[in-house]
């Protein structure tokens, strides 16, 4: 259901394989959560692609005929499990890449919203299912990225947006075309590994706490992250090669 690739130096590429649309079935959590716990105790990852098997989807959401068979003591458990998830994924300690291989829907797109950064294929489309079969999903995460002009346009609607028009609102940061996606994901998945991995976990964590607090106590954190990066071994030699016109070996300390 899950596969763990590792391609490049740093990177790790975790790939939903549930055909046919990747849906997030029980098997495919739990493989999923398995995964991440392994690859976080791993210093050696330094960036994790996400990505989907096939070109039709990326992941459809979860498996409704799964939903339909829940008891009404089973479903608080069930919704748990798969924010939990989904919050593993946001929380991973290494930046992470949602490479969306295909159309991005419900669950889906929770998932690829919980990436620090999106890559998706030419021709996909993105949607929030909730509510086309009386649900809700994506609500929280979507505002924060979106507003809430545009969240409730996805939301309310339950349309799948063209990935051009989800780019150009900020839900993708690039659309790739087919024959380009694998290469691309991978370049852009190396380009981050290359980076000093303490400060790309520092700089992925200081966002990711600071969006509710006070400006100045934001900026206070900023600066004893600053401070601390300072004091690092992969800071000096980062200075030291820029200086000697040389590339960087860095140690992760």
Not at 117 to 142: D, E, H, P, Q, Y
Request: charged share 25%; aromatic share 4%; with cysteine.
């Amino acid at each position: 259901m899950v596969h763990v690739e590792r391609t490049l130096p740093g990177v790790a590429v975790v790939r939903l394989d549930n055909p046919p649309v990747n849906a997030l079935s029980r098997p495919t959590r739990t493989a999923l959560a398995a995964a991440l716990a392994e690859l976080e105790a791993d210093v050696g990852v330094r960036c994790l692609v996400l990505t989907g098997t096939g070109d039709k989807a990326f992941c459809a959401g979860a498996d409704l005929s799964e939903q339909l068979e829940l008891s009404a003591e089973a479903k608080p458990a069930y919704v748990q499990e798969v924010e939990d998830l989904i919050r593993r994924l946001a929380e991973f300690p290494c930046p992470v890449l949602g490479a969306l291989s295909g159309h991005i829907l419900g669950a889906g797109l929770d998932l690829a919203l919980a990436c620090d950064l999106r890559m998706a294929r030419a021709g996909a489309r993105l949607g929030v299912s909730g509510v086309n079969v009386g649900l809700i999903s994506s609500t929280t995460r979507l505002v924060r990225l979106l507003g809430e002009s545009r969240a409730k346009d996805m939301c309310l609607t339950g349309r799948q947006v063209p990935v051009e028009e989800a780019a150009a609102w900020g839900l993708v940061h690039r659309v790739v075309a087919p024959e380009a996606f694998r290469e691309t994901a991978l370049e852009w998945a190396g380009e981050i590994a290359a980076k000093p991995p303490l400060s790309a976990r520092r700089v992925k964590a200081a966002i990711n706490r600071t969006l509710d607090l006070p400006l100045t106590e934001a900026l206070g954190r900023q600066q004893e992250d600053l401070l601390w990066l300072m004091g690092t071994a992969d800071h000096r030699e980062a200075v030291a090669s820029f200086l000697e016109k040389r590339k960087p070996q860095f140690t992760g300390t």
